[in-house]
């Protein structure tokens, strides 16, 4: 008897020596790369959400608690920040510090659960896969919401799973979800759909259990609720983005991914939200409220869902690829721009290609949670409703390193056990798996090219004035991609306040606005030549009617910059101009071949071909804009009164 409990006690002391170990390894690592981080571009400048987050977070603390608008982004995260800048100060330092003690915390209820619903070997296993996983590592010390919502999940999970009926286990659940709901809220499916597990555990009973769970949701989300109608007049339970998002994984151009619509010129939220909106506007032809511009996308998705059933089946198809491929879609900012920043990210190898098959086959293969199963198939489900990306995974991660786990565990346990034919099996079931979760088509290889990322930071810091900084990433960016017409043109633009021409072309830019366009090519002649300065002279010359000498200039450019997209569009539309449409067309068709989406060079091209007899083509062109824009009654107007003035 107390040989047995020594035993015991033995091992407890042995399991809670190698879980210290693992935490502080976690926070070792994640302290290791906020170092290697905090002095590079990741922190130096925000991007996109991050930016939106960090100045609302500012407003915050210096009054503006309530806002004057509905939420369009996700309150949570920038709560959180203001409460971190209060208690510890406005530096992004602390912010990582504070994710990093969290993401430590994750390692610990990853732990906790995997011991509770299975063994404590299940639960180090996967804690420690967790301390060094490599999204886990970035995405903890990234101004985004990732971190805080798989702390949250995680939380409410082990309240869940410790509840055995307790009301405030329940309650905790409840609200720790709702918290978790004002961050992202794809958690509301697991809400709603947790109310079957807990009938089926507890009959009647459970209807009651999980109310409770719902009323602490409720209660925050709620608040959440009438917050946005005190100062919009408008119910809206979390944000006014849900059609828009809804839309953007849902409409004819979408990818499976988050990708800009057309009609957004960025990704920023207050240019998003003015965009979706008044794109609504112009096609409902009234004025809308957020809540109605969320409502029309909300329903323009549902329609191409309903009109186009098989396009949607293979978007849904594109979506369920994404979420299990090993390529971590970035919606804001790249892990795998991150990694030639930070060397410790390079040494963290592990990642979704290599735990994702354990975890498949160790489901396969193992005693199963119904409660990790439903959590997981509610994300699943609230990615193929919307779009899939690496943040909107990351909180299911925590299921595929538990069952990846359960492999581990069973394989250890056959090789020691000889059952080496089941362990080789079970091994070529996983490599098995493990080839269509790592192939990458062409559409998932591109997003780990980098070159919008190197782009996106190049035009921060152009917005910023450090020239030598954006000169550096729109640099980076063409070397991924010379072709690359955006970089080029923003290095062009760099390159031209370096040379100390800024002066002189900002005058020049303002005589083009005001229409004095001589007075615009004398500022332009006196700055430093680029492909950028041809082009603004061309311009000038063109709206003067002297095409020769545009024509010169568009050639002076193009002779600096040959993938200087704008350049062979404004080259065409001096050759149309001059009556030479085979040239025109050359042009167009050049200016494609760098930026294939741009919707003017598409028209023009098709005005050419129309003109040179190739009406065919020119329709080519023009379903593509119809395509883009089905409800441009203007466009479809141009078109059939070009096709009837050259039948």
């Known amino acids: 008897m107390n040989c047995s409990r020594d035993i015991s006690a033995a091992q407890l002391k042995r399991e809670e020596g190698i879980l210290w170990a693992i935490l502080i390894a976690a926070l070792g690592v994640r302290l290791a790369y906020l170092y ?42 920038s709560y959180f920040l203001a409460v971190i800048y209060v208690l510890l100060g406005a530096e992004y330092w602390w912010v990582g510090l504070v994710q990093a003690v969290l993401g430590t915390g994750s390692c610990y209820l990853i732990y906790a659960l995997g011991r509770k619903l299975w063994s404590a070997q299940i639960g180090l296993l996967a804690a420690g ?48 979800l709702g918290v978790s709901a004002t961050a992202r809220p794809m958690v509301l499916l ?24 719902a009323v602490g949701c409720g209660l925050v989300v709620g608040a959440v609720a009438c917050r946005n109608y005190l100062v919009g007049g ?13 839309y953007v994984g849902n409409h ?25 909106i008044r794109e609504a506007e112009a096609r409902t032809g009234r004025e809308l409220t957020p809540a109605q511009a969320s409502r029309y996308w ?64 160790g489901w396969a293969t193992s005693r199963r949670s119904s409660l990790l199963d439903l959590y997981l198939a509610s994300y699943l489900a609230a990615c193929l409703l919307f ?70 930071f190049g035009t921060l810091y152009q917005r910023r004035g450090d020239w030598a900084e954006a000169e550096s990433m729109f640099r980076k960016a063409l070397r991924i991609d010379p072709s690359f017409a955006p970089a080029a043109s923003g290095l062009a633009a760099v390159l031209a306040q370096q040379e100390g021409g800024d002066s002189d072309i900002q005058r020049g830019l303002e005589f083009f606005g005001a229409g004095e366009y001589e007075a615009a090519i004398a500022a332009f002649s006196r700055a430093q030549p680029s492909p950028g300065l041809h082009n603004n002279l061309g311009l000038c010359y063109y709206r003067l009617g002297q095409w020769s000498e545009a024509a010169a200039h568009f050639h002076k450019a193009l002779a600096l910059d040959t993938s200087y997209a704008r350049a062979h569009f404004n080259l065409g539309l001096v050759y149309a101009k001059q009556g030479d449409d085979q040239a025109a067309a050359d042009a167009f068709a050049q200016a494609l071949e760098l930026d294939p989406n741009h919707a003017q060079t598409h028209y023009r091209r098709g005005e050419v071909l129309l003109r040179l007899g190739r009406p065919g083509a020119a329709e080519a062109h023009w379903a593509f804009l119809h395509a883009r824009n089905p409800d441009d009654a203007r466009l479809q107007t141009k078109i059939d009164s070009m096709m009837q003035a050259n039948p």
């Open 36 to 77: 290697q981080a905090v002095d590079t571009p990741l922190f130096d400048v925000l991007l996109i959400d991050s930016e939106f987050y960090d100045r609302r977070a500012r407003a915050i603390v210096a009054g503006d608690w309530l806002g004057d608008q509905p939420f369009f982004m996700n309150p949570f995260y």
């Open 129 to 176: 896969m967790a301390a060094i996983y490599q999204p886990y590592v970035f995405y903890d010390g990234a101004l985004l919401t990732a971190a805080p919502i798989t702390f949250l999940n995680l939380a409410a999970l082990y309240c869940l799973t410790h509840a055995q009926g307790a009301a405030r286990w329940l309650w905790g659940a409840g609200l720790l």
């Open 190 to 213: 697991f809400v709603a759909a947790v109310a079957g597990w807990f009938v089926a555990q507890g009959g009647r009973r459970g209807w009651r259990q999980w109310g409770l769970v």
């Open 234 to 246: 408008e119910w809206l339970l979390t944000t006014s983005s849900a059609g828009m998002n809804f």
């Open 252 to 276: 004819p151009e979408a990818n499976g991914i988050y990708a800009q619509v057309d009609f957004l010129s960025s990704a920023e939220p207050d240019l998003e939200r003015e965009a979706f």
């Open 298 to 361: 909300l329903v323009a998705g549902l329609r191409f869902a309903v009109e186009n059933p098989l396009a949607y089946l293979a978007l849904q198809g594109r979506k369920l690829y994404m979420f299990w491929n090993g390529v971590e879609a970035q919606n804001n900012l790249s892990l795998y721009l991150a990694r030639d920043f930070v060397p410790l990210l390079r040494w963290c190898i592990l990642g979704w290609g290599l735990v994702a098959p354990l975890a498949v086959v």
């Open 387 to 456: 779009f899939t990306s690496s943040e909107y995974r990351l909180p299911v991660v925590p299921v595929i390193l538990l069952y990846a786990a359960c492999w581990l565990a069973n394989a250890a346990a056959w090789a020691t056990g000889g059952s080496h034919r089941r362990l080789l099996g079970s091994c070529l079931l996983v490599v098995l798996v493990a080839l269509p979760i790592n192939y990458r088509d062409a559409g998932a290889e591109r997003l780990t090219c980098k070159r919008v990322d190197y782009y996106n």
